[in-house]
């Protein structure tokens, strides 16, 4: 008979280890969108780390073996699996993520993220994220590759869903926030060699890289493009050293067209590709302070780093094509011909789309004049 994998629950932390005997062990997990009002008792945390565990253990830890495929690039058994550390990392918006650490007998480990939602949004929300991911792995090497998707029924009725999913190490979370002197600055969450601001340098490396990642996204033809994503939800992550920057986008919670219908004239598809940087634009500088404090709208660099960021994603593979290059060509003739007048219509049109009770459009349209301008300039700048 072989061993069994050790597995080990922890929050937050993976050296705070939680048992049946902890105090956190009965704790409810924090309701997710969609929960109110629905008619079964709140899940806790032991649901939470039980259900973890059945779904990694299944089908001879199927999932674990899925990720070290994908991370290690290195085929295992269960017989190789020394112990497995499931930590609860944060509660979502949608779902609870949580980072698994794989630790095997040669001394070798690795990670992946799990995420599980209770709810019916949240289930729904985890059906869409899984199917975007899966569309843009094969073309995008900037997101998570994903590693099974399962839902399941409690005994009293709840059904909850999970996903595998790559882990970045060592990238972090990162957000606007004000220092000592009340000055603006973006402050990278690193647990393990304590939290830092980027030099501005470094901030608009960070813009430039997200503003790519975007356009790289966006399929000019069909209109698809990630959405909605927001700074404040910790969407993206950085890996930052004295030299450069990385970044990596960890969710996709949808991947379709703004548009109800999407034309295939080049003029239509250049000036959708123009509504969507501006989108873009605006997008980008809008963060809460500390990623749960108020609004904050981040600062004028940001502004040429999304029009370089978006210049680099149209030399991305959706760009390449014999097509691709004559819509190229179309998009930045389109954008050196806007005046300061054209911008501010398409910002008012993309302000309008937003939900009217977002917190965010009173910063937009606060700032909307001076970014306008910003933006006009930033085009004259690098595209005439």
Same mark, same amino acid.
């Given at each position: 008979?072989?061993?069994?994998?050790?597995?080990?629950?922890?929050?937050?932390?993976?050296?705070?280890?939680?048992?049946?005997?902890?105090?956190?062990?009965?704790?409810?997990?924090?309701?997710?969108?969609?929960?109110?009002?629905?008619?079964?008792?709140?899940?806790?945390?032991?649901?939470?780390?039980?259900?973890?565990?059945?779904?990694?253990?299944?089908? +001879?830890?199927?999932?674990?073996?899925?990720?070290?495929?994908?991370?290690?690039?290195?085929?295992?058994?269960?017989?190789?699996? +020394?112990?497995?550390?499931?930590?609860?990392?944060?509660?979502?918006?949608?779902?609870?993520?949580?980072?698994?650490?794989?630790?095997?007998?040669?001394?070798?480990?690795?990670?992946?993220?799990?995420?599980?939602?209770?709810?019916?949004?949240?289930?729904?929300?985890?059906?869409?994220?899984?199917?975007?991911?899966?569309?843009?792995?094969?073309?995008?090497?900037?997101?998570?590759?994903?590693?099974?998707?399962?839902?399941?029924?409690?005994?009293?009725?709840?059904?909850?869903?999970?996903?595998?999913?790559?882990?970045?190490?060592?990238?972090?979370?990162?957000?606007?926030?004000?220092?000592?002197?009340?000055?603006?600055?973006?402050?990278?969450?690193?647990?393990?060699?304590?939290?830092?601001?980027?030099?501005?340098?470094?901030?608009?490396?960070?813009?430039?890289?997200?503003?790519?990642?975007?356009?790289?996204?966006?399929?000019?033809?069909?209109?698809?493009?990630?959405?909605?994503?927001?700074?404040?939800?910790?969407?993206?992550?950085?890996?930052?050293?004295?030299?450069?920057?990385?970044?990596?986008?960890?969710?996709?919670?949808?991947?379709?067209?703004?548009?109800?219908?999407?034309?295939?004239?080049?003029?239509?598809?250049? +000036?959708?590709?123009?509504?969507?940087?501006?989108?873009?634009?605006?997008?980008?500088?809008?963060?809460?302070?500390?990623?749960?404090?108020?609004?904050?709208?981040?600062?004028?660099?940001?502004?040429?780093?999304?029009?370089?960021?978006?210049?680099?994603?149209?030399?991305?593979?959706?760009?390449?094509?014999?097509?691709?290059?004559?819509?190229?060509?179309?998009?930045?003739?389109?954008?050196?011909?806007?005046?300061?007048?054209?911008?501010?219509?398409?910002?008012?049109?993309?302000?309008?789309?937003?939900?009217?009770?977002?917190?965010?459009?009173?910063?937009?349209?606060?700032?909307? +004049?001076?970014?306008?301008?910003?933006?006009?300039?930033?085009?004259?700048?690098?595209?005439?």
């Amino acid at each position: 008979m072989t061993d069994t994998p050790l597995i080990r629950y922890s929050i937050s932390d993976p050296s705070h280890l939680v048992n049946p005997a902890s105090g956190e062990w009965l704790t409810p997990l924090p309701l997710s969108i969609g929960s109110e009002g629905q008619s079964w008792h709140p899940p806790k945390v032991c649901d939470y780390f039980i259900a973890a565990e059945s779904h990694l253990r299944e089908n +001879e830890f199927e999932v674990i073996r899925a990720g070290a495929l994908h991370t290690i690039f290195e085929s295992i058994i269960p017989q190789d699996i +020394e112990g497995v550390n499931i930590c609860l990392v944060k509660h979502g918006r949608f779902y609870h993520p949580s980072k698994v650490i794989v630790r095997l007998k040669t001394n070798q480990s690795f990670s992946m993220a799990l995420n599980i939602a209770f709810s019916h949004e949240g289930n729904a929300c985890v059906d869409r994220e899984y199917q975007a991911l899966i569309a843009l792995n094969s073309r995008i090497e900037f997101i998570p590759k994903v590693f099974g998707k399962k839902t399941y029924a409690m005994k009293d009725g709840l059904i909850y869903s999970m996903f595998s999913a790559q882990w970045f190490e060592n990238y972090h979370e990162f957000h606007l926030s004000l220092d000592n002197d009340g000055v603006q600055k973006i402050i990278v969450w690193d647990s393990e060699k304590g939290n830092y601001y980027l030099s501005k340098e470094h901030s608009f490396k960070l813009y430039r890289k997200i503003a790519f990642i975007m356009t790289c996204c966006y399929d000019p033809y069909t209109g698809d493009q990630i959405h909605p994503w927001h700074h404040a939800a910790g969407d993206f992550i950085i890996k930052n050293d004295d030299i450069d920057v990385d970044v990596r986008l960890i969710t996709v919670r949808q991947y379709a067209s703004l548009f109800k219908e999407m034309p295939d004239d080049i003029d239509s598809l250049a +000036e959708a590709a123009t509504i969507f940087l501006i989108g873009l634009s605006l997008r980008t500088r809008i963060d809460r302070a500390d990623g749960v404090g108020d609004t904050l709208w981040a600062d004028d660099f940001a502004v040429q780093a999304t029009v370089q960021g978006f210049i680099d994603g149209l030399c991305s593979s959706n760009f390449t094509s014999h097509h691709g290059s004559a819509l190229k060509k179309k998009i930045i003739a389109l954008l050196s011909q806007l005046n300061s007048e054209d911008i501010f219509d398409y910002s008012r049109l993309i302000i309008e789309s937003y939900n009217p009770l977002s917190p965010d459009i009173p910063v937009i349209k606060k700032n909307i +004049e001076n970014h306008v301008r910003k933006l006009h300039q930033a085009f004259e700048k690098f595209l005439c």
